[in-house]
């Protein structure tokens, strides 16, 4: 149980959690507004609490409604992520040697996003039911649309830096390929000299 435990403990995902709390705290500050955000305990005087919970679009509160804070979420996801890979990409260097690093990062930095998702769904569901009286139904269609905009906006980010990264390699390994043939050529003219 012990070398379990011990596991667990020396795992990427809680190595990456703690490296968060150690180095670049502002970060965590913007994690703390949000979730104090969503469980009210930030500006609620304001009703800032109501307008992830229940977002208006048009007058009505809906599944696309709901979708555009879904999608707002994941851009703030993928930021999280783009920028801690940026700084600490450094201390991680063995990701660099597997296939997909960036993609491998983000399922493993995914503790606070997860947690935060978990905790928005729980909230919403509860402000739903009790502040603006709606059915399992007509939440279960808001939590749809709130998952639907989060996982449009992580496939949209993925597909575009997947995308890059083939288009990168691409133009390295044509450059390579140029340069590789360049030699060649340059060496046989001075054997031929």
Not at 7 to 35: A, C, D, E, K, V
Not at 68 to 91: D, E, K, P, Q, Y
Not at 133 to 147: E, K, P
Request: aromatic content about 18%; charged content about 10%; proline content about 3%.
């Amino acid at each position: 149980m012990k070398q379990y435990l011990k596991g667990i403990w020396f795992s990427l995902p809680i190595q990456l959690m703690l490296l968060h709390f150690r180095r670049y705290q502002i970060f965590l500050l913007f994690w703390y507004i949000l979730f104090a955000t969503v469980g009210g305990s930030f500006m609620k005087t304001f009703g800032a609490h109501s307008l992830f919970l229940a977002p208006e679009y048009f007058g009505n509160i809906s599944p696309l409604s709901t979708a555009i804070v879904g999608i707002t979420s994941g851009v703030f996801i993928m930021s999280w992520n783009i920028t801690t890979f940026i700084l600490h990409s450094s201390r991680i260097q063995f990701l660099a040697t597997t296939a997909q690093p960036f993609l491998k990062y983000c399922i493993n930095n995914a503790i606070l996003p997860i947690a935060f998702l978990i905790f928005y769904l729980i909230e919403a569901y509860q402000y739903s039911r009790n502040q603006e009286l709606f059915s399992v139904s007509d939440f279960a269609g808001l939590a749809l649309g709130y998952t639907g905009g989060f996982v449009i906006s992580i496939a949209f980010a993925f597909l575009y830096f997947f995308g890059a990264d083939k288009t990168i390699y691409k133009t390295i390994s044509a450059t390579i390929s140029d340069a590789n043939k360049r030699h060649d050529r340059m060496s046989e003219k001075k054997q031929d000299t």
